[in-house]
């Protein structure tokens, strides 16, 4: 699991449901949390990488 430090308790509390929805192997609830972590405000800047680094190489068909 990753926690940003210094990150906001928001994006830490989804970096911890992505990490347990992993896993579960829930992908649904996976995806719905890097979706959240994605469009949660940027904290100064805009984002250059997934949200996790399980998210590598998992985004295609």
Same mark, same amino acid.
């Given at each position: 699991?990753?926690?940003? &430090?210094? =990150?906001? !308790?928001?994006?830490?509390?989804?970096?911890? @449901?992505?990490?347990?929805?992993?896993?579960?192997? %829930?992908?649904?609830?996976?995806? %719905?949390?890097?979706?959240?972590? @994605? @469009? *949660? &405000? %940027? *904290?100064?800047? !805009? &984002?250059?990488? !997934? =949200? *996790?680094?399980?998210? /590598?190489? /998992?985004?295609?068909?």
């Amino acid at each position: 699991m990753i926690t940003t &430090p210094g =990150a906001c !308790p928001t994006c830490q509390a989804l970096e911890v @449901r992505l990490a347990k929805a992993e896993e579960a192997g %829930d992908q649904s609830q996976a995806v %719905d949390c890097r979706v959240l972590l @994605r @469009r *949660h &405000p %940027d *904290h100064g800047g !805009p &984002p250059s990488a !997934p =949200a *996790h680094k399980s998210w /590598k190489g /998992k985004d295609k068909y």
